[in-house]
């Protein structure tokens, strides 16, 4: 079974600076999808930013990017420029390529990013 | 235009009732999901099903049941509620098939077992 690791359980970060919140996973697939989603104290889940595992170049969404390093599976999240609309958990998310799965998401724990004026 | 609803928001009962969660999604997705966040805000994945169908039944106590009347709706039945079952529960939709797809998810309802 796949395992998500957010090893930052809490990151702060200055208004318009850069911050990079971690993440870490366990596969023996070689296909699959990670995600970064966000959620604010409303609780919505938000997608942040979505990556395939089979395309070497990072995604980018905005002030979002990713650096993805499959050989060490590892998937960070950059904010740039943080806003105080960023404050937020963040979590990061695997999705199986294999149909067997389900397409279910597995979460890690987790990152609360505090944004500070 | 509420993509994925859920009712009701909030829900707070006491032990041992019996209560439901009711999912709707008005995307034409065929998959939808519930998650449950715990106090930890960990999300798991409990069920999932597929135009009606269930393809996902994690290690859920099986005083959890989903019911899927049509591909746009799934509901979630607890019996028996205990103080453990408190938590925040999602119900997400995605279309079939490609798994790049975002799953699309609803406001959450918060159900607190007293």
């Known amino acids: 079974a796949q395992t998500v690791t957010q090893s930052q359980p809490e990151m702060s970060v200055q208004e318009a600076e850069t911050v990079t919140l971690s993440c870490t996973y366990d596969t023996s697939e070689s296909d699959y999808y990670l995600f970064w989603y966000k959620q604010p104290p409303s609780r919505q889940m938000i997608l942040v930013i979505r990556?395939?595992?089979?395309?070497?170049q990072n995604a980018t969404e905005n002030r979002f990017s990713v650096n993805f390093q499959k050989a060490a599976k590892s998937f960070s999240l950059k904010i740039s420029d943080s806003q105080l609309g960023d404050a937020a958990m963040y979590f990061c998310a695997y999705r199986s390529y294999l149909k067997t799965s389900g397409s279910r998401l597995t979460f890690g724990e987790g990152t609360q990013l505090t944004v500070n004026p | 235009d509420t993509a994925v609803s859920q009712t009701p928001k909030y829900l707070v009962t006491q032990m041992g009732n019996d209560k439901s969660i009711k999912c709707e999604q008005n995307l034409g997705h065929d998959t939808m999901y519930w998650y449950k966040q715990d106090s930890k805000k960990f999300l798991k994945i409990m069920f999932s099903y597929n135009n009606k169908e269930l393809i996902i039944n994690e290690t859920v106590p099986n005083r959890f049941s989903p019911k899927s009347p049509d591909k746009a709706h799934l509901n979630l039945h607890i019996n028996s509620l205990e103080l453990g079952d408190s938590a925040v529960y999602f119900c997400?939709?995605?279309?079939?098939?490609?798994?790049?797809?975002?799953?699309?998810f609803g406001p959450g309802t918060r159900l607190t077992v007293l």
């Open positions: 997400a939709s995605s279309p079939t098939g490609n798994s790049y797809n975002e799953q699309f």
């Open positions: 990556q395939e595992a089979y395309k070497q």
